[in-house]
Structure formats: structure tokens, C-alpha cells
């Protein structure tokens, strides 16, 4: 797991300053190739997982010199791609992922892609075609951004270290901010800048003469309601572990030791269930939060201790206090790239850094099952939709009116409103209102107004109504709502932050929920299968129910975040207003002040539930200050 950026065409003044701001996701070794009669620059930093030595440095040549690669992941399936190329009479020199897929490259082109198993992000320089090949994994675990002008490309791992090479990234993406306040991420190709795009998952592009002369989508992801071709739910659940236990077993290959994240909740205890039987003393990572988390959210800590004393395996355990919590959110945005308002990314943070210091370098994460399987409350919430979905929309007009006056302080309050805040809208818009933090409509009103102007008509949920309507007739509620989850909220929001902040750490997380024979089989689940009446996820319970302590089993999906809510009105308000005073606001005039303030005011009387919209812009304003203002840079946090 690395760090990658590719320029082509562009000056290479500030190539290191570049590279070094990628040093943290490669704190093992760097490197460096220039082609100056082309125009090319490949850069790259280390984090040394398979074949330790220094044969596997990159950026790497091909023995012929006519294929440079530039790579950041792991490739599961290397092994049995190595034997492929011998058999065909390729020599490699070193034992890593990365000769495997240059002579892939030189083997089969781009077709290459169809063979991998794995995470990741390339770049290939191939001198003979004068060709720039690059590439993003399946589901979009590992990130690419790419900005195109009439200089030429660049690409990297991250956004900070492609800005160097960029002389105009842009102003102010104002649909991408929109979308960042209206779901705390952004669905969806657009970042912040202007100027600078995401690959999406599964999507490649070629370049030739310094511009893109082809991007295309090589995985598209299977769309939930495919025909089962399995029968009963004790053949499901076998298939489910089947499949489970190859994902994870392909998933250990490793010269480096491995851990895994330990929540509580079912996902992860099933990774860690499956993992001990290679890995008897896998080392597990949870967080503990002082003062315990929001009213209405479960404590996850015992549910973690519970797990690791029946499978025998070590925990360690990471306090988070609000002090550490004010401490690191700038660094938090800074690294993530992008205004994402999601404080779990700090607990990743927190649990990649104590793994890094005991010497573990890799982690196992749950990050997919909720995605795949139906964990979520929102599952749960258009399943419960027939209570009132037969009345008429101005009746239920009537209804979401008459709930706006309990007090949102309250979680059963708070999620009643939430429950029935999009009743007003037709099926395709209300399923992606329920990925909303905030009502679309009370959010216009908190920009100030040339913000607004620019912004126009847009709505932020176009991303999603262009995706839905692109799946066509005959899918269920649930099944646009998980091919909406594994589209956007998974690659966009979840995989972005995984990654960011644990590379932040130097330590690379995987997945094995998103292998693809068990995404393929999760599509083809019928839906009673996985919200079955209240209960969510309920064959991947069933699967696991020998395997785990039946608390866990039993166990309701609850979040992996922090307090935010309590904190923002007590330990964090100096903070929030300083960041947020009227002053900062009215400079940088994407926000209305008084429309902030009456946000503030509503949110404090329970009115309304802002916490969330207020971290959205308190991140914003954090990303403005470093990514366009400057004033504070963070090159590592470890």
C-alpha cells in the first residue's frame, strides 16, 4: 500500500514537494522516474507489505525499460497471475504484486484488468505506445484523482500532492459543496476544486499526448435482483461462508503482520471469527469514548471485549476525549482531501496509529457488509414505509408539519422526524433523501447569496437520480437503495475516509467483504433474505450464529462514531463558534451568517437536529483554510 502520482506534460519544478506530501502513506522508501523527452513523471512512496526488499521499489521498470509502473494496493491474486506469466515464459526478479502487473500489462494491455484480484490504483508509462495507462480497483477501496487542462494530466493518491503540479485546480466547486453539506460527503466524480475529479470504481483511462484519449468502466458493479440460483436460506448462508472464508483467507497473504478493526458488531466479529483460523492471535484494534457515546447510540466496548474473550484474541483499546477530538480535526480534514463531516474517520485514525506503533501494518476492516447485506437504518426505514406510504402526499404533508414541534434533542424524536422527512417525494427522490443528514430545502437557505446564485437550481442528489434511472424498471425499494449504498455511500464516503486516515498512519486496511465472487453472491440474495421484519442482515446472521456469541448475533446495527451531537453543544462550542464566527463567515461568503446562527440557535433548543450540518460546515470552513487559504499544513500525522 502506497502512494502514487503521474504527471504528464506538466512542469516538474515542484516534483518533491509533490512526492513528499505523499510521505505518509509510504514511510518505507520513495522514488522517483522522469521521462524529460516526453514529459512524464512517475512518483511513488512505499509502504513495504509483500516482498520486503528492495527489488520491489517503485516506480518500477520492465527488464526491456519500455514499461514504468507506478502502483498503490494489493494484488490477493499474484500468485497465480506470477505462475501464468512463467508459464508463458516471462522472468520476474522479485517476489511483489507490482512485477506481476507490469508484465500483466505487457502480456494482455488492458485487458489486464478482468484478472485482478485486489485493491488499487496504477499508473503505467508505456514508452513503446507512448501511451499513459491508468486504473482503479472494482468498488473503488483505493483513491485516483486526475486533473485534465491544456497543460497535460496529473494524477495521485491525493489531492494535496497533485496541487504542487497544478497551476489552476479551480475555485470552489459549488455543486460538489452542496452535496458535501447536504450528506456530510459528496456522491459522485466531483471534489471541492473545480478542477480536479475521482476516478470512479472500476473506471480506467488512457492518455495519449498528454491528453485522455479513453475512459471507460471495466467493473460495473452487479445490481441487487438477480435471478438466485441457489435455493434455500441453510444453501445462502453455506455460500456466504464459502465464499467469506476465501476472501479472507486470499486476504491474509501478507510478509507483515496483521490485525483487524474489532467494533462489536457483527461485520467486523465475523472477519476476526474467520481470520483466527490462520491468524490464532490476531491482534484487534477498538475505541473506547469517554463519557460513552449520544443518547440513543450503544456502547460498542463491551460488545468488543465480549468478541475477543470468546475467540481468545488480544484487543487493544483507544480512549477518544473531546480534548483529542478538537486536537486533530483540522488534521482529520486535511488528510481526508475532502470537507468529509464524519467523525469516525478519527477513530480509524486513532486505532491505525496504536496498530503502527505494536508493529502491525496491515488491518482488517468491516467496511462492506452493511453495504451488501442490508445493515442500515435506512433499510429498515423504506421497509416500514407501507405504514403510510397508501396516503395521499398532502396527508403526509400534514403529518411531517405537525412532528416539527418535538424536541430533536430527543433520539426518539429525532428519528420519528427523520422517519418521515421525505414522505412528500415521489419513490426514486425519497430513497436518496434518506442518505441526507439535512433536508435539501432548509439547506439553500444557509448560503449567502452569491453562493446561492451560482448554485442555482442544482440539486445534490442528481449523482444518485442519474444512477437510479440508469438501473431501469423492476428493482425492489431495497435493491436501488443497495445499489445506491455500493455505488456512492461506499466507495465515495466509507472507502475514502478508511483509506485516507489510515495511510495517514502508514497502515493499509483491506476489506474482504468487498471480494468479488461475494459481492456477485450478495446480488443475487433476494431481498427477505436480508431485512427480514426488523431484523437486518438476517442471513449473514444466520450464516454466523455457530461462530459468534449470540449477543452479537442478536445485536441491532448501531454507528462506529463519536459523540458529536453532545460534544458540538458542550465540550466543542467555543470551538465551533470560533471557527464559525461571523467574521470567518461573512469572508469567506459561502454562508450567510445570521441564517448560521439561527441553525445554531435552532439546534440548541432542539428545534431541529444540526449537529451534523454544523460539523458539515465547520469542515468546510477547515478545508477553505488549508486547501485555499493556506494557513495550516500537515504533512504527517504519525
Not at 489552476?168 to 475529479?197: K, S
Not at 395521499?392 to 422517519?419: C, H, V
Request: aromatic share 10%; hydrophobic share 40%.
Amino acid at each position: 500500500m502506497c502512494g502514487i502520482i503521474g504527471a504528464w506534460g506538466h512542469s516538474l519544478k515542484n516534483k518533491d514537494r509533490a512526492l513528499s506530501l505523499l510521505s505518509h502513506r509510504g514511510p518505507d522508501n520513495s522514488g522517483i522516474y522522469v521521462d524529460e523527452n516526453s514529459g512524464i513523471y512517475l512518483g511513488h512512496t512505499r509502504l513495504s507489505i509483500l516482498d520486503l526488499s528492495a527489488r520491489a521499489n517503485q516506480p518500477m521498470e520492465s527488464s526491456d525499460g519500455k514499461l514504468i509502473i507506478t502502483f498503490n494496493g494489493e494484488i490477493y491474486n499474484y500468485k497465480e497471475l506470477r505462475r501464468e506469466l512463467e508459464h508463458r515464459g516471462y522472468k520476474l526478479f522479485s517476489e511483489s504484486d507490482t512485477e506481476v502487473l507490469l508484465y500483466l500489462y505487457h502480456c494482455y494491455g488492458t485487458d489486464m484488468l478482468e484478472k485482478l484480484v485486489g485493491i488499487f490504483s496504477f499508473i503505467v508509462w508505456d514508452k513503446k505506445q507512448k501511451q499513459l495507462f491508468a486504473a482503479r480497483d472494482a468498488f473503488g477501496v483505493k483513491p485516483l484523482y486526475m486533473n485534465q487542462s491544456k497543460e497535460g494530466i496529473v494524477l495521485g493518491s491525493e489531492i494535496k500532492s497533485m496541487l504542487p503540479m497544478i497551476s489552476n485546480p479551480g475555485g470552489f466547486n459549488a455543486a460538489a459543496l452542496h452535496r458535501y453539506l447536504t450528506f456530510a460527503w459528496c456522491p459522485g466524480g466531483a471534489t471541492p476544486f473545480q478542477n480536479i475529479e475521482k476516478l470512479g470504481p472500476g473506471e480506467a483511462v488512457t492518455a495519449l499526448e498528454g491528453k485522455i484519449n479513453n475512459r471507460w468502466t471495466w467493473y460495473n458493479l452487479p445490481t441487487p435482483g438477480g435471478s438466485p440460483e441457489i435455493g434455500d436460506d441453510a444453501e445462502y448462508s453455506q455460500a456466504i461462508l464459502d465464499a467469506f472464508g476465501r476472501s479472507i483467507k486470499q486476504q491474509l497473504v501478507s510478509d507483515v503482520p496483521v490485525g483487524a478493526f474489532l467494533s462489536g458488531g457483527l461485520d467486523s466479529s465475523a472477519i476476526v471469527a474467520l481470520a483466527k483460523r490462520d491468524l490464532p492471535d490476531i491482534k484487534c484494534f477498538t475505541i473506547d469514548i469517554e463519557g460513552g457515546p449520544d443518547a440513543g447510540s450503544e456502547n460498542d466496548l463491551p460488545y468488543a471485549k465480549l468478541v475477543a474473550n470468546e475467540l481468545d484474541v488480544p484487543l487493544e483499546v483507544v480512549t477518544v476525549d473531546p480534548s483529542m477530538f478538537a486536537y486533530d480535526i483540522e488534521k482529520m480534514v486535511y488528510m481526508l482531501d475532502e470537507p468529509q463531516a464524519d467523525p469516525a474517520a478519527l477513530n480509524v485514525l486513532y486505532m491505525s496509529q496504536l496498530a503502527r506503533k505494536q508493529g502491525v501494518k496491515v488491518l482488517l476492516s468491516g467496511v462492506g457488509g452493511d453495504d451488501l447485506f442490508s445493515g442500515y437504518r435506512r433499510h429498515l426505514a423504506i421497509g416500514l414505509e407501507n405504514v403510510w406510504i397508501w396516503l395521499p402526499i398532502a396527508i403526509r404533508r400534514k403529518i411531517t408539519e405537525g412532528l416539527e414541534f418535538l424536541d430533536s434533542r430527543q433520539p426518539w424524536a429525532r428519528r420519528l422526524k427523520w422517519f418521515v422527512s421525505n414522505a412528500n417525494n415521489l419513490e426514486n427522490r425519497r430513497l436518496a433523501g434518506y442518505f441526507c443528514q439535512t433536508r435539501e430545502q432548509d439547506i439553500y437557505g444557509l448560503y449567502g447569496l452569491d453562493f446561492r446564485e451560482e448554485l442555482g437550481q442544482y440539486s445534490a442528489f442528481q449523482p444518485m437520480l442519474d444512477f437510479i434511472e440508469v438501473l431501469g424498471s423492476g428493482r425492489t425499494k431495497l435493491q436501488k437503495m443497495l445499489a445506491m449504498d455500493q455505488r456512492f455511500f461506499l466507495s465515495d464516503h466509507n472507502l475514502n475516509y478508511v483509506d485516507k486516515m489510515s495511510m495517514a498512519a502508514g497502515v493499509e486496511v483491506r476489506v474482504p467483504f468487498l471480494d468479488r465472487d461475494l459481492v456477485e453472491l450478495s446480488s443475487r440474495i433476494p431481498d427477505y433474505c436480508k431485512q427480514r421484519g426488523f431484523t437486518s442482515k438476517w442471513i449473514l446472521r444466520e450464516a454466523f450464529k455457530d461462530y459468534l456469541p449470540r449477543e452479537i448475533i442478536q445485536r441491532p446495527k448501531t454507528g462506529f462514531g463519536l459523540p458529536v451531537r453532545r460534544w458540538l453543544r458542550n465540550e466543542l462550542r467555543e470551538m465551533l463558534f470560533d471557527y464559525l464566527s461571523s467574521d470567518r463567515l461573512r469572508s469567506r461568503g459561502l454562508f450567510d451568517v445570521e441564517a448560521v446562527r439561527n441553525l445554531m440557535h435552532r439546534n440548541d433548543i432542539g428545534k431541529i437536529d444540526a449537529a451534523y450540518p454544523l460539523f458539515a460546515i465547520l469542515c468546510i470552513e477547515i478545508w477553505a483554510r488549508n486547501f485555499m487559504d493556506g494557513e495550516a499544513v500537515y504533512d504527517s500525522l504519525y
